[in-house]
Each structure stands twice: as structure tokens, then as C-alpha cells.
């Protein structure tokens, strides 16, 4: 017994060693710079404690208070909501849909049409928002050309606080849906074409094959699609970022929880409250996660 | 707290490199545009004083206010920069910019009294001075004098009452779709403006409180709103206006309370048709107020950083900027107003109608409140009024709530006011 014991014990200071090396690089770089946002966001550090550290107070939970009384971060909130519950499905449906149709046999050229629809993923975004912007253009934008041909008048996308979060949807659902689309196309190319067979022999027509064979098989990819869309969309920025020139305009139309934190890090430099911002949001993420989680395990039951 | 702050500026200090050797190049950072122009006036500096080199690094004006911070934590620092003078607050709270008043003393080229007093006052912050003022900014009205004379104003009115009129007028001769003003709403300037013009501190007791329920205040709030409430001026951002120019050509907006950057971009691009059309103007008064109204002084200072171990040279660099022939050229070649009065008698400057609009304004202006979270506060209040434009909310609570998140934002200097009070007599 004795023996057994002493060599799960070297066993175990062994199994430490090797961890070692990656446990140190997480806990350097990840567990001690959370933590030390953590202690941040419990002081009012700012623009004066920059230059004179004495000048950071202990404030307990008073940034938290006050972001729960601040409009602003409720207006970003709501932003962000919208974005990721009208922008997620959007993306996914969009990639699914692109996916079915490159995965159809009497496609040709899919490798191609792949490659176009990732394109968009790999394109730098700040070259992508200065082509919308173009297109969103109110007078001489390709978008309200073609809705003036079938009589709808001009739409002022960017600049009108309406429609600016929609208009950020749809560029956003643009740039990202090819990245799903290509986990759609290898989870659609798991599934063995000898079910859809049988269910064809059995007498089930493409709608009926979609929903019951496709859809229950596809459910893993699902899961992970659906929470990496919605954790990334969560996470909105560089798409507001650079359409409102970093504002979050018109009339904080486009202001993302993240861009919100953004501007007052870095623009009023309250840095106390940004962390604060960034524990709230890692809160609403992971609450979210859970729930889509518990959602999705409860529908494949 | 402490300790980890301690961290944080030790991590700083153990990024600091270059800048040690007094005998390198003297490093000036400057924006934008000025940035680019800049570099044509080296060439004569080093000319005058051999052995001395100047690197200009140019930085975007949209970078500029996160790159002096981050360089400030880093101590990246250049020993001269250009410094939008709202900003001069913030890095002289920082301890990063050098006083300058023995150097401007001793100085036989820069003249206190030769700068416009309104802008040189931004750069004095408990009398201390901080920056030298390079070029101006203001704004006054550019307005259609053909619009206004067809409906039976032939020149911009001098008061409130009068302005509103010729408004009015506008509008009716031009039908729908036509306003009076163009009043952007995401310009925090436009209401202030017409604050400073009413008169109002905006802030009270030394910058420890919001001064927005001030009688100042409140008429000109009232104004402002007044002229969406009513009509004649679109609730309009920037961004919603798809081409400024186009729009004032095709007589859209009559006039606009916009600043010198415009006064070449209106020469290229309205229409040759219209080149005899336009014209500027001071600030209209409040009722009872003698005119001009006063505007907003702005533009940019040259500060020398504290960190710099080339002060001297960064000071000739100062200097030489700030040489009425210097001015003068630099004029030439961006359109920047000079911010020394002598630089004025340049026959181009002061024969230009439309540019002695604003030598005249220049003479009444005011700096915003020298504290730190101004472009803070300056940010909220349109986030406030927004609602009384629309008629959603009254003015008196807006004013008291604005007065409410502005005492909340100097929370942090009252504090330190405070606490710099009872340090003192030790």
C-alpha cells in the first residue's frame, strides 16, 4: 500500500512539473492581469492617478452603482442586445444557408463559391467598413439605388440613429458569415448520405429530410456555432468602432458595451469605471452562455 | 492600491528608452495637417541655428489625445508637441508640460501682448503659463448673403432677436425643406457658444461645480432649443448632413456658425456661381449685450515637456514658430490663423472681408473651463438638451439633472482640490 501511495505521490509531482510551464504562462498572463482588473475596477483610478498614483482611492462597488444608474450604459446594453439577438440568428441562418447550398450535389464549383463567401472573414474589417460606407452612402450609396428602383425612398443608414445598429447588423452578418459556414459544410459532410437515402426510400421529401435528419445530426455544430457567434457578438467593437469613427454615433446609436468601456478607458481615461464595464460585461457573456447552453441541451433531450 | 500602481509605473519606467542624450535631435510631435505643413519650415529653423536638428513626427488628429497618454505613462514623450489647447488642463494635471512664463520673459520674440488675450488666457491655468499659442480657432457665422437679402436682410443682424428674425425670413422665403441655421446637434460648440456668448461660467467656484442652472445658462439653453422646437434649424448630426456643401449651395441652410477651417473649403466647393454669395460674420449678441457675441477660443499651443532633456532647443523651436514671419507663412501654406495680432497685417489676411470677420471675433473670446474633464462634461451636454429639442422634457429639470451628472464627474478634482488645501500649510 505504502508503495502505491509514494508512487501516486511522484507520480503527481511529476504530473505538476509538466503542467508547470503552461500553468505559469496562465496564471502570468491571464489569471494575474483579471485579477489586477479586478482590484481596478474597486478604485476610481483616472487621468490624476496617471500622474500622481496617491491620487487612486478605494471606492468598493461605486463604479458598479453608478453604471446601473448611468443611461448610457443602458443604451449600450440595449445596442448590444439588439446586435446580438437580431445579428446572431441572422449570421447563423445566413451560414447554415450558405452552407446547404454549397453541400448540394448539383453545385458546381463549390470550392469557389467557398472561397468567395470566406473571403469576407479574412478581409481586414477597416478595409471592408470604408467599402459600406460607400454603400450605405444616403445619396449616392449602390444600397438606396437599388431600393429607389423598387420605390423605397432613401434610407440615411449611418446617420440616422434608426437605422444605424440595423445597418452594422448587416455589415456584420456579411464579414462573419463565412466562418461559420464552413463548420456548417463539415458538419453537413459528417452526416452519411445513406440516412438521407433511406428516409428518401421511406418516402420524406426535402423539407421533412431537413428537419429530421439534418437538423438533429447538425445539433453539436449548432451548440458550438451558436455560442461562439453569440460570445463574439457580445463582444461588438471594431464594427461600430470604425463606422462611427470611434464615437459610437449618431446619438450613441452604435455604442457597443465594449465601445462604451473603450471610451472611457481610453478616452476619459476613467480607468476604475472601463474595468468595471469589462467585469459587467463578462457577466451578461457568461450568464448568456449558460442559458444558451441549458436551452439547447434541454431541446436535443 | 498603492502597490499596484507603484507596479504599474515601474513597468512604465523599465519601457523608458531614448531621450537621455541632450545632444540628439529635438523631437516635436504635431497633427494632422499642421503635422505635414510643419516640416516645409524646418529647413529655415536649422538654417538659422547650425547644430540644431528637429524630427517632426506627424500624428493623426484622431490619435493624437490617446498617443500623448500612452506616451506619458510609457515616457515616450517628444520634447515639443503641439497641443490642442482644451488639452493643455489635462497634461498640466499630469505634471507633463513645463511652465514657460520665465522663458516668455526672457524671450525677444514672444510678446504676450501681441496674442489675441482671449486664446493666450487657455494656456494659463492658476497663472501659470503653459503653452505659446500657434495658430487660432473660433467660430462665426458663414451664411448665403444672397438667401438673406432675398428675404429682406441684408446683412446678419447684430442681436439675438434679430438673428432669429432673418431666420425666420429665410425659412419663409424658402419653403420646406429650407432652414435658417445648420446647428448640428453632436457639436457640443454650438451650444456652448452661445453660452459663452450669454455669458454663462459653466462652471462655478474655481471648477468644483456645474453652473447650468445659471440665469446665462438657462437663456441661452432656451435659445437653442428654441431654434429646433421652432423649426429653424434641422435636428441635424454631422453625420446626417450628406454634404455640407451641396446642401448650402443649394440653399438648405442659410448659415452655419462653423470655424476658419471652412472658410477654404467653402472658396473650393460651392459652386464659381457662388463664390460672390457667401460671406462671415462675428457672433450675434444676446438682447441687451454688446456685439460681437463672444465665441469659443481655440486652436493650438506649442508646449515643451518637462521630461525633455533638450529644453533649451525645444524652446528655439517655440520661438521660431511663433516669429511673425513664420506665422505668416504658415498661413500661407494650411490656412491656419495666426494667433499673433502682427501677423494680421499680412495684405492677404487683413484685405480678405471674410477673414477679418474673424480677426475681429478673435478679439472677443473665452476659453472653455480649464479643467481636465472638460470634453467630458462638454459631451453630456447635448446628451441632455436633446430631449428638451425634441419637447420630451422641460428645461429647468434638464438644467438641474445636467448640473447633477457635472457635479458628479468633478467628484474626483473636488477631492484633490481639497486635499491640496489641507497639505498646504505643512
Known sequence: ?301 | MRALAAGLVLAAATACSGGADRTGPVRLWAFGREGEVVRELVPELERRHPGLKVEVQQIPWTAAHEKLLTGFVGREMPDVAQMGNTWIPEMAALDAIEPLDARVAASDSVKADDYYQGIWETNVLDGVLYGVPWYVDTRLVFYRSDLLAAAGVPELPKSWSGWRAAMEAVKRTGGSGHYGLLLPTNEWAQPVTLAVSAGAGLLSDGGRHGAFRAPEFRRAAEFFVGLYRDGLAPPLANSQVANLYQQMAAGEFAMYVTGPWNLGEFRRRLPASLQGSWATAPLPAPDGMPWPGVSLAGGSSLVVFRSSPRKEAAWKVVEFLSEPATQKRFWALCGDLPARRSAWDEPALAGDARTASFRLQLEHVRATPKVPEWEQIAAKVWERLEPVARGAKGLDATLASLDADVDAILEKRRWLLDRKAAEAPK
Request: glycine share 10%.
Open chain 1, 1 to 301: 500500500m505504502r508503495g502505491l501511495s509514494a508512487w501516486r505521490a511522484r507520480e503527481a509531482k511529476a504530473g505538476l512539473l509538466l503542467v508547470a510551464p503552461g500553468l505559469l504562462l496562465l496564471v502570468t498572463f491571464l489569471a494575474l492581469p483579471v485579477l489586477a482588473s479586478l482590484v481596478l475596477s474597486l478604485t476610481d483610478f483616472d487621468l490624476y492617478a496617471v500622474g500622481d498614483p496617491s491620487a487612486a482611492r478605494v471606492v468598493g462597488l461605486r463604479n458598479y452603482a453608478r453604471l446601473l444608474h448611468d443611461p448610457v450604459f443602458w443604451k449600450a446594453l440595449g445596442n448590444t442586445f439588439f446586435f446580438v439577438l437580431v445579428g446572431g440568428p441572422l449570421t447563423v441562418s445566413l451560414s447554415l444557408g450558405a452552407a446547404l447550398l454549397l453541400n448540394h450535389k448539383l453545385v458546381r464549383f463549390a470550392g469557389l463559391f467557398r472561397t468567395i463567401y470566406f473571403a469576407p472573414v479574412v478581409t481586414t474589417l477597416v478595409a471592408v467598413a470604408a467599402v459600406w460606407k460607400y454603400l450605405y452612402h444616403p445619396r449616392f450609396g449602390l444600397l438606396n439605388a437599388a431600393l429607389g428602383l423598387v420605390g423605397i425612398p432613401a434610407i440615411d443608414w449611418l446617420g440616422d440613429p434608426h437605422w444605424a445598429m440595423p445597418a452594422i447588423v448587416l455589415m456584420a452578418a456579411w464579414k462573419n458569415f463565412g466562418a461559420n459556414m464552413i463548420i456548417f459544410v463539415a458538419g453537413l459532410k459528417a452526416i452519411p448520405e445513406s440516412l438521407h437515402e433511406a428516409a428518401r426510400i421511406d418516402g420524406a421529401g426535402a423539407i421533412q429530410r431537413f428537419r429530421l435528419i439534418t437538423v438533429p445530426l447538425l445539433a453539436p455544430t449548432f451548440l458550438f456555432v451558436g455560442l461562439t457567434t453569440t460570445i463574439g457578438y457580445f463582444q461588438l467593437f471594431a464594427e461600430p468602432y470604425v463606422m462611427s469613427g470611434g464615437d459610437g454615433g449618431p446619438m450613441n446609436a452604435t455604442l457597443s458595451v465594449a465601445l462604451f468601456m473603450y471610451k472611457q478607458g481610453f478616452r476619459w481615461w476613467s480607468i476604475g469605471s472601463a474595468a468595471a464595464i469589462a467585469f459587467v460585461l463578462f457577466a451578461v457573456i457568461l450568464g448568456a452562455t449558460l442559458l444558451q447552453r441549458r436551452l439547447q441541451k434541454g431541446s436535443e433531450a
